[in-house]
């Protein structure tokens, strides 16, 4: 077998499903030709090969490049001062009537030029790489224009080419209404002109929307979706973060990629998304910062066969959080997921969550080689450390980055 890396002397965490939590392999190789994974096991059964480089390991633990399946991470300005004012005794109420909130992030993402978003968006990104991160998905939604909201998708884009990350992009059509629409009309815009455009000029690969009684209904939701449905693009689901809204049964009448937040979804939700093959995306950073006190309902998507990933929601408002390791402890300490439950939903869980299953996840044949490198003596450590540097390096379709 000719091979461009060999990859050795380690132990891998396969994240394989059944069978033993992270699908190890004590003393294991892996062979990498043009990007993807040609061979992986024990090195006890390493085949005859030639390898254009090795690459010793000392004994160290590989995984699949960690997963970050939602996030907001391009957008202008940060909210660091509202969080003070938070902290002092402020409501969001009076903080949203001084301009600031989700306006305040609005106003200075269409301020900023291509190249600020770009920049801006590379420093968060930097901490989500140098805690094993590989693909990350990254939503519009902040625009809340036509020309604002396709200039985030561009610099989206941009960061896949550049970012040393593969990228998945989603058009976030309902987040907020502008205060210079009113909501039928932004609605109108979102559906019938923004969303079009951004697919036409190939920036969109999931479409998503914010379901709930303080942002947009179900059936605005089911206006948008619609519309994707109709240009080809799967959907996800900011559903019932604060309420029961609907928004996990919506989500299951799609074939969602993707339920996120969930912390309020009912068993008949749970029952709905297992139906539809949803996965549950849980956001325990966004849970942490709002301090919320209903946790998503884990037993349930365990006795019903949801899946669930594990992701960031890095955002400027109620989740600035870019470690995908400290969202794997959290998700841990604070929903109760086991360290192999968080992990799996930071790594193939995460890949059915961007509909990429088949490409990324696990340590398998054929599938593209990114990989993370741990100095662990053990998998669970990823969950057990809080702000422990843990990552050796990563590869990229092989390429060391």
């Known amino acids: 077998m000719r091979a461009d890396r060999l990859i050795t002397d380690c132990r891998l965490a396969t994240m394989v499903e059944g069978g033993e ?19 992986v096991g024990p090195r006890t059964d390493l085949p005859e090969h030639t390898a254009a480089e090795t690459d010793r390991l000392d004994g160290r633990w ?13 957008f202008g300005g940060d909210r660091s001062g509202e969080f ?8 969001y109420e ?36 140098a805690t094993g991160v590989t693909t990350v998905e990254i939503k519009s939604g902040y625009g809340l224009d036509r020309d604002s909201e396709l200039k985030m998708l561009r610099v989206a884009r941009r960061i896949g080419r550049e970012g040393g990350v593969r990228v998945r992009t989603s058009y976030l059509g309902l987040h907020a209404a502008p205060p210079e629409l009113d909501r039928a009309a932004y609605v109108d815009l979102a559906i019938d002109d923004i969303l079009p455009a951004a697919h036409a000029e190939g920036l ?90 209903t946790p998503p309902p884990i037993d349930l998507f365990r006795r019903h066969g949801v899946a669930m990933a594990v992701a960031t929601d890095c955002n400027p408002g109620t989740s600035p959080v870019a ?53 662990i003596t053990r998998p669970a450590e990823l969950a057990y450390w809080l702000g422990k540097p843990l990552l050796e390096r990563s590869y990229v379709a092989g390429r060391r980055r």
Not at 62 to 74: A, E, F, R, S
Not at 84 to 91: D, P, V
């Open 323 to 375: 470690s995908m390791t400290a969202a794997i402890t959290l998700a841990c300490v604070q929903f109760r997921l086991t360290p192999g439950e968080a992990l799996a939903g930071a790594t193939r869980i995460a890949a059915r969550a961007l509909g990429l299953g088949d490409e990324i996840g696990t340590l398998e044949a054929g599938k593209a080689a990114d990989l993370a490198v741990w100095d």
């Open 21 to 39: 939590a992270y699908g190890a392999i004590e003393d294991g190789a892996i062979l990498i030709r043009e990007g993807r994974i040609a061979w």
């Open 204 to 293: 969109v690969d999931a479409v998503d929307a914010y379901c709930e009684p303080i942002a947009f209904t179900v059936e605005e939701t089911a206006r948008l979706f619609d519309k994707a449905r109709a240009l080809g693009l799967p959907v996800k689901l900011h559903a019932d973060q604060l309420s029961d809204g609907g928004g996990a049964a919506l989500a299951a009448r799609y074939q969602a990629l993707s339920a996120d937040h969930v912390e309020h979804t009912t068993e008949a939700g749970v029952r709905a998304m297992a139906g539809g093959g949803v996965v549950a995306v849980l956001l325990p950073g966004a849970y942490l910062m709002l301090r919320e006190t």
């Open 84 to 91: 003070e004012q938070r902290l002092n005794g402020a409501t």
């Open 62 to 74: 590989v995984t699949p490049g960690l997963i970050d399946c939602h996030t907001h991470l391009v």
């Open 94 to 129: 009076e903080i949203a009537r001084a301009g600031g909130g989700i306006v305040s992030t609005m106003a200075a993402t269409r301020a900023a030029s291509e190249e600020d978003l770009y920049a801006s968006a590379r420093a968060r990104l930097a901490g989500l790489k």
